[in-house]
């Protein structure tokens, strides 16, 4: 398994401004993802974060608004970008390299925008 | 498109009674992974089934992989406090290089003492 980090754990911001998440994994993974999570609700994946190119989003997720970076195989960053407080909830990272298709997350960033 | 379709979605029970979660979709995976998660973390991987057929026990929780691996089930004997929180079912398709997951909608879960 592995061990994930993010920061800030929590934020509160104003609209129109932006905020980056950071994801730190304790070793090398093939895989990152971004998910999306409104409290005591499933999950809904943003975008892959791949290693050296440029990020997979899904529908409705486009690169202008959340922007991914992924310098290296154990660091991340996701960019929420002119929020509004649409965009308040709870933002998690995760990993996956094994081969059952596991992953392994972060704790959450919560992000309240007013 | 996959669809995990998880039930029931609430539910709230007497410390001491069982349940069972249920994870259905009308697709194959190769993995069904089941998660936990508490207010203000991240889920945690409570347990992986690969195989048709499979049952897993972790402690008073029993996991099992439906043999077509297309539904699970999560059942729980004699419920404590300490089980409530956020249940989440998870297929995969590890073929290749995707290692994306399918998620059910989740079940929260409350044991009152």
């Known amino acids: 398994s592995a061990v994930i980090s993010q920061k800030p754990s929590r934020d509160i911001c104003q609209r129109g401004t932006s905020l980056t998440i950071q994801c730190q994994v304790d070793s090398q993974v093939t895989m990152m993802f971004w998910y999306r999570q409104q409290p005591g609700q499933s999950l809904t994946l943003i975008a892959t974060a791949n290693q050296g190119s440029e990020a997979t989003y899904e529908s409705g997720f486009v690169i202008d608004k959340f922007p991914i970076s992924r310098p290296n195989l154990t660091f991340s960053t996701l960019t929420v970008s002119n929020m509004s407080p649409e965009d308040s909830s709870i933002y998690l990272c995760?990993?996956?390299?094994?081969?059952?298709?596991?992953?392994?997350f972060g704790p959450g960033t919560r992000l309240t925008v007013l | 498109t996959q669809l995990l379709e998880q039930s029931p979605q609430f539910l709230s029970i007497q410390e001491g009674e069982n349940l069972t979660v249920y994870c259905n979709s009308s697709s194959v995976f190769s993995s069904l992974q089941w998660y936990r998660q508490e207010p203000g973390e991240g889920p945690v991987l409570l347990v992986t089934?690969?195989?048709?057929?499979e049952v897993k026990k972790l402690k008073r929780l029993t996991f099992q992989f439906g043999d077509a691996r297309k539904d699970s089930s999560l059942h729980i004997t004699a419920a404590q406090p300490g089980d409530t929180g956020l249940y989440l079912c998870?297929?995969?398709?590890?073929?290749?290089?995707?290692?994306?997951?399918?998620f059910g909608k989740g079940t929260l879960l409350t044991v009152n003492p």
């Open positions: 998870a297929g995969a398709n590890s073929g290749g290089s995707n290692y994306k997951l399918t």
């Open positions: 089934v690969v195989t048709g057929g």
């Open positions: 995760s990993a996956a390299g094994g081969g059952g298709g596991e992953q392994f």
